[in-house]
């Protein structure tokens, strides 16, 4: 995910950029044509598998 917006079903789905979704419903290949397709006939609910990456960030400041 690039960029979600604020109030999104995205965002209140709690997807964040930089998001990356591997599977949506039964979809291994997230082919836009088929996403597409799936979202326009999703009736209530879609299931999403994502992989989120979390980076760690070191202060350089040490214990003294």
Same mark, same amino acid.
């Given at each position: 995910?690039?960029?979600? /917006? ?10 964040? *950029?930089?998001? =990356? =979704?591997?599977? !949506?419903?039964?979809?291994? *290949?997230?082919? /836009? *044509?088929? =996403?597409?397709? +799936? +979202? ?5 609910? /879609?299931? !999403? ?5 979390? /980076?760690?960030? $070191?202060?350089?400041?040490?214990? $003294?």
């Amino acid at each position: 995910m690039e960029k979600i /917006i604020g109030g999104s079903l995205a965002d209140r789905a709690g997807l964040r *950029n930089g998001d =990356v =979704v591997d599977k !949506l419903e039964d979809l291994d *290949n997230l082919d /836009i *044509n088929a =996403v597409d397709r +799936l +979202l326009v006939t999703a009736h209530d609910k /879609i299931e !999403l598998i994502v992989t989120r990456l979390i /980076i760690f960030l $070191q202060s350089g400041l040490s214990d $003294q």
